[in-house]
Structures are given as C-alpha cells and as structure tokens.
DNA sequence: GTTTGCATGTCCGACACTGTCATTCTGTGC
DNA sequence: GCACAGAATGACAGTGTCGGACATGCAAAC
C-alpha cells in the first residue's frame, strides 16, 4: 500500500495525496475529502522511512537513559522505574501527536558515549532527544546535539546551558523535605547522598545544607551516600546508626536507599516512625506498600517527560523555545514515617 | 555523511562500501580494512530510513505492551514493572546485534486494534515483533502479522498456533506452588485469579485445580479474582477472609495483589506466615521488600523478552523457526511468607 | 598462453515520499 | 464571452541505499 495506489485509486496525483497526508493547505475540501476516502479503503499509512527520506520529519523522539549493562546488574539493583516511568508519559504523549519514543540506553560510563550517540542519530533520525539524569549534564552529549542541530530537551537539576531546561529543582525538594523535620522538632537530621556521577545528588545534598543552616543546626558527620542501590543505602544506613549520636530522622536520596535504611532500622529495633523519622525521594509505587508508608517527596517523573515531549513537538511546530528553565515542582507526601523525634533527642 | 563520502575518502566505488558494511562476501580483507576505517574517521553509520528504502532490513523490532490509557490510570494500578523488564532483556539483547527494540503501547480494549498495529507496521516497517500477554493470544493481530508476512514471537501461555512460541507455562507455575503448600500441610488453599483477558488467568486457574485435585483437596468457594490492581486484590482478600472456613494459604496472581493480601492481612491481625501463607506470582522487585519477603513463582520476563529478541534476529539470519514451543522455566523461590498452617488448620 | 574464478568497478532502476515549479483549472469582473 | 488573478493540481527531480547485470582486472591453475 503507498501513495502511488491512493493515487491511483482516487484519480489524482501523487502530490494531491502527500498534501492531504500532511494536512497542508491548497486542496479543494471536497477533493480532500475524496482522497481521504481512498487512504482510509486502502488503509494506507505513509511510510516513516520513505518521508525522512523525503526530507521531512521521522516523527521519532529519542529519549536517552542509563543502562545497566546486564540483566544481571539491574536485577542486583532491583529495578528503578525510571524507564517505565518516562515511557508512560513520554509514550502516551507521542502517541497523542503521532510520534514515537524511542527509548536509547547509554552506558554513562563508557568511553565512546560520542559515538553510540551519533551513531543513533544517524540511523534513526530523531526529531528531538530528551535527556534524563545523568546525561542532561554531560557536555559531550549537549556539544553533539548543538552540533547536529538537533531540538532537545534535559531534564534535571539543570538551571543553565542550552536547550530547553526542564528543571527538577532537587535543591528546593530537599529544602522542604528537611524544613518539614524542623518543624517536627527534629535537630539531628541524616542525609544519604546519591552517587557523585549525578548532578542531581550534589544539588540535594545542598538543599539539605542551606535548610539546617538556616535552622542553625549541624550537617558534620551526618551525610552519607550510596549509589541508589538497596545494599549501599543499608550500608549508608549502618554508618549514621553508627555515630556517638545518631540521627532521629534521615533522609534518602532515592525510594531503595531509604527502604534499606527502614529495613535495618527494624533489624536494629529501632521503630519508625516513634524512634526514627525516615523521607524518601522519587516516590516509586514501591514506598506506598512499605510499613509504614513513607512520606516522600515525588518527583513527578512521567509528568515530567510528557512535559518534555509536548515542548519538543510545539518546537518542531515553530513554537519560540522558552529560553528560562521550566520547573516541574518537587511536592512533600507527608505518611506514615515521620513524627515528632523521641522526647530524649 | 553519506554512503557517497565514505566511498570517495576511502577511493572505492559505493557499492564495496555497502558490501563492507553488510559485512558480505566478495571484498578482500585489505581492503575491507580501508573502507573501514575510513568509515570510523568519518564517522558513518547508514541510514536505517534509506536502507529500508532500498529493500533491506529495518533493524527495528516492535514490542507490542498493553497500554494504560493515562499517566493517572497507571498510578492508580500502581505499575506492573513489566514494560521495564521487557526493555531491559529486549532491549540489551538488541543492542548487541545492532538492532532497535522499539515499544508499542496497544490498548487491548480497543475497537481498531488492527488499525493501530497496522499504522505501527507500515510506518516502521519493523523487521519482527513481539507479542506480550494480553495481546499473544489475540487472533486479530495474529492473522494480521501473519496475512503481512511478518516474523513474530508470542510470549506466554501458548503452546499452539502460527509464530514462534515462547511458552511461560503458568499451569505448570500454579501447580509448583500449590503442591509446595501442600507438602507444608495445608489443605484450604485459596487462589486470587487474574482478569479474564489475559490467556494466563485461566491456566494459573488451571494448574491450582489440578494440583488440588491431585491432593484429594476441594476447591469450591476458594477461588476469587481481580484485575492485577492492588485494590483488587484487596477486595478478592477480603472475600477469602470472610469464608466460613477460610483459607490458610493463599496463591495471589501477580504481586500487587498478594501485595493487598498481605497488608489486609496483616490490618485483620492474621500474621504471615504463622496464619496464613502467601505465594505469589511474578517476583518483581517489591515483594523482596515486603515484610515478610514473599515466597513466589519467578516469571523470568526479562530473559524470556531477551529470548524471544534472539529468535526473531536468528530467524531472519535465516535459521529455521523452531516449529515446537519453547519452554521458559518458572521457578519457586522460597522465602519467609509461607509455613506450616496453624495446629488447628 | 589460455582458462578459470574471485575481487572490484560501473551503471541503472527501485524504493516511497517531498519540494519546487510549471501548468491547469476556477471564479470573478468587465 | 473574455481576460485575468489566484488557487488547485500535476510533472519531475532528488533523497540514501541496495541489488542486479555486466565489464574489467588480476592472480593462480592448467
């Protein structure tokens, strides 16, 4: 089925039948109309393949994320949602508009990230590339989308730079996170940093900072970090539990880290929320079915995407590109592992 | 960066280019060599759009996934992870022999389902595709691949029909677990059943039966069912608890439902696994967080995507399609949910 | 010196579509 | 009824790659 047998069976030319594909202007209603008769009898779908090549659109969305390099690897990390996450709003918004997501994994670490890029590029031809953590920041990555002259958009703790910023302000979400503590009466509150490779890490770790300054407590000896994984977040864990004066309240980079520390909380006998505060980052399904329920911050990440999604679309449709970062705000989900700290601490 | 600039750099004709990079038969290997490395100098990587175009291979595979018809609908089933391990053993199994995994979300309860498939088809021109619960068994889109002429594997329940078939045997994975709690002495054995829609549903179903059957047990009264959504699996909970004579073990579907089991459970003052055991299906990453973790059946769906990827790219390097079901073991994976039923049970 | 066979080059058409530009229609005003 | 503007439609070339037909070059085998 192309264009040719539209063509053919509705009596016009080929051109005819492109223009009412692409919906442009120049064709009388009513022979519009029959064409549109014809494409719908013969089924006829234009071939995404033979457009590009055409020159016009690949009606393709990349969306670069982090791979684990095995089965294996994810399986020891126990998954992270992020992907699902990013498909289902990046996916249904395509879907919307007659794109498709395309799902890339990059390997962070690696040496050649320039040429699996380019290498994806080149073959498939993308309208425009979203970026997740931890490529939104990588220079290499942005120099080559600048370069080729490609739309794209990085979301993340990313208030600067090019392309169209859709900030994740991770600063300001582990503000409230430990304001909430405060308010609580909270003085000794721990902090499990993600790993350095994201910048996102650094920017709550600051947030945290700034927020006990500003409360006039101490951060010395209660940060720890891990790498977003269920066994260094119980390690991280182990070291605050460890300290002459433990925390009474912590709080984790991410949703595994923090179910770690609730686990060995429990092992230790250490009862949440009455002994331990604990407040989770992301709000992956996962915390709602922990006991108790963590209070978390949700970091609206399917919303996020779609958001991405849609301004590469309006960009490609000759929208001006916002040139001011765009926040997704970061909300506080206050359940059922926060309380007031212990009457001795 | 066209084939055309790989040619004149390297000072060889277009087509010991294309032979070089379709790594066919024909060029010396010195030769080779040269055309080679000048295409890593500059970079080339050919155009999947126009090698399509020219009758060649699309390198795209198309995963077909049920679709959530919103972001909201989603969150309110609270995810299945399934989309996520599909990507992961698809996905990096395609990566390695340069091929694209690309997900297609199909509604299972719409009207023009073949509508949808075909649009996916004639705009992508995937090289096979694969076909996940719900949709492996939907004659509709068989037919539809097959009348296409189109390579494709069926993963789940299904041990008869066209295309290559990945059987995850759910019968054989229900019978497992029931027998495992019957060799721990329990006798009144509930079932949380899957939505109808969903082939496997019924030949979980079927495998309880028979192994209670075997057991000289009865089954009346013990079945109830949801639609994989944790309040589903909530309600079916509680219409097992509320028996005359209710169950000491229950067998839920998938984990969001035992999920719900567990905390009503727990909620009824019914400890797990003195009172009541709990098995469940799937073994996605949230159960092991449970407390206590889950015993469960593992659907190794990651491996079983990355399987079904290389039997499409096996097949279309021309190996015979095996014409006999292949069997993906499920397995039991014993942890602290189930025990002995209580002295009076 | 001829034959054989492989390696390579040349040339052209096919693929499905779009963009440009030329041509044909349509309706309007006189 | 005719000229004319402007819109509707068509003809044609170009897009990057593959495949086929065929010619040529070159080395080894006879």
Redesign the interface.
């Known amino acids: 089925?192309t264009i040719k047998h539209v063509a053919a069976d509705a009596g016009v030319s080929l051109q005819t039948v492109s223009r009412v594909v692409n919906k442009e202007t120049g064709v009388r209603p009513q022979m519009a109309e029959r064409v549109q008769a014809s494409i719908d009898r013969l089924?006829?779908?234009?071939?995404?393949?033979?457009q590009?090549?055409g020159g016009s659109r690949?009606?393709l969305i990349l969306a670069l994320n982090d791979?684990?390099r095995?089965?294996a690897d994810?399986?020891a990390r126990?998954?992270?949602?992020w992907?699902?996450q990013m498909?289902?709003?990046g996916?249904?918004t395509c879907?919307e508009h007659g794109y498709?997501l395309?799902?890339?994994?990059v390997d962070t670490h690696s040496d050649h990230i320039e040429?699996e890029l380019?290498?994806a590029i080149?073959?498939?031809?993308p309208d425009g590339v979203i970026l997740t953590p931890p490529h939104s920041g990588n220079p290499l990555i942005i120099d080559l989308l600048e370069a080729q002259d490609i739309r794209f958009v990085r979301i993340g703790s990313i208030s600067e730079g090019p392309g169209v910023r859709l900030m994740m302000d991770d600063a300001r979400a582990a503000r409230i996170a430990t304001e909430h503590l405060v308010a609580l009466g909270h003085r000794r509150i721990g902090f499990i940093a993600g790993p350095a490779e994201y910048e996102l890490s650094g920017w709550r770790v600051d947030g945290w900072r700034a927020a006990m300054a500003d409360a006039g407590l101490a951060c010395t000896d209660l940060l720890a970090s891990g790498d977003f994984s269920?066994a260094s977040g119980r390690a991280a864990a182990r070291t605050l539990f460890a300290l002459p004066e433990p925390p009474t309240a912590i709080i984790g980079s991410n949703d595994q880290m923090t179910?770690a520390t609730l686990?060995l909380a429990?092992e230790t006998g250490r009862r949440v929320p009455e002994d331990l505060s604990l407040i989770s980052f992301d709000d992956?399904?996962?915390i709602?079915?922990?006991?108790p329920p963590l209070t978390a911050i949700v970091q609206p990440i399917?919303?996020a995407s779609?958001r991405a999604v849609s301004l590469i679309i309006a960009g490609l449709a000759g929208d001006p590109t916002p040139d001011a970062p765009i926040t997704v705000a970061a909300e506080l989900t206050v359940r059922r592992s926060t309380a007031r700290p212990p009457a001795s601490g």
């Open positions: 089925m089924g006829y779908v234009p071939s995404i393949a033979a590009r090549m690949s009606y791979r684990e095995t089965i994810w399986r126990q998954g992270t949602d992907v699902d498909l289902l709003g996916m249904l879907a498709r395309i799902v890339e994994l040429r380019l290498g080149a073959a498939l031809q269920h179910l686990e429990r992956t399904p996962i709602r079915l922990a006991h399917a919303e779609a």
